[in-house]
């Protein structure tokens, strides 16, 4: 009868096999960081799946392919060539990937109808310029990317109302935000390389109703 299932905090699990016996029907699963990667292609009789989390394991990834009815996906400590596994994703409405070293998000406008995207301190990922294809995004959450020291021009990404940037470190235009048409929260956290004179592109936006910010 279950529908959601999660398993965590066993580092050394050998094995995932058990879920066989979970009803095909499953909607959400989570598995944690384990010893050693896990045969995942077990979670391919799940088609159902509408959220899953995946954290280290690589082994049979490709199974994600096979699950087109997902709608939130989140990759933590996993590293990806690119992203055309994801692709199949047609119903992804929400992606996070934390950790791992995927250094190329050309394919992210290729994928669902993406609403919210999080990437938090992925090694290596200089280049956010696909952000600026993602039409129907609603919520940005960028952290501690530090080799990024630019934003994309957002004035296409129409539906952006929330931007949350913490410990970016190498940001210091902000003019990129104030093009994003609709923005109304924006929250910079822990972003000591700024100054108030930094955030005067953001005056006068005819949407923006709510600004946190920390200089340090």
């Known amino acids: 009868f ?12 050998d094995s995932i096999d058990g879920l066989r016996h979970l009803p095909v029907d499953l909607e959400e699963l989570g598995i944690g960081a384990t010893r050693r990667s ?3 292609s077990v979670i391919g009789r799940f088609p159902e799946l509408r959220a899953l989390y995946l954290e280290g394991q690589t082994r ?5 392919s096979q699950l087109t009815r997902l709608e939130e996906l989140t990759l933590r400590s996993i590293t ?3 992203l055309s596994l994801l692709v199949p994703l047609r119903r992804l409405l929400s992606l996070d990937i934390k950790l791992g070293g995927t250094k190329d998000l050309g394919l992210l406008p290729e994928i669902g109808s993406l609403r919210y995207l999080e990437l938090w301190l992925i090694r290596g990922l200089s280049d956010l ?3 600026a294809g993602l039409t129907e995004l609603r919520h940005l959450f960028l952290q501690a990317l530090k080799q990024v020291d630019r934003l994309p021009d957002l004035r296409a990404v ?9 410990t970016m470190g190498g940001l210091r235009d902000l003019r990129p935000l104030a093009a994003a048409p609709a923005l109304e929260e924006l929250t910079l956290f822990d972003m000591p390389q700024l100054q108030v004179e930094d955030l005067r592109p953001l ?7 709510a600004v946190s910010v920390s200089l340090g």
């Open 158 to 166: 129409r539906q952006l109302r929330r931007v949350h940037l913490e």
């Open 2 to 13: 279950l529908r959601r299932f999660g398993v965590d905090a066993t580092h050394y699990l």
């Open 38 to 40: 896990l045969d995942l």
């Open 203 to 209: 005056v006068g936006h005819p949407t923006l109703r």
């Open 80 to 82: 990806l060539p690119d």
């Open 129 to 131: 310029s696909a952000i």
């Open 60 to 64: 049979h990834i490709e199974v994600l």
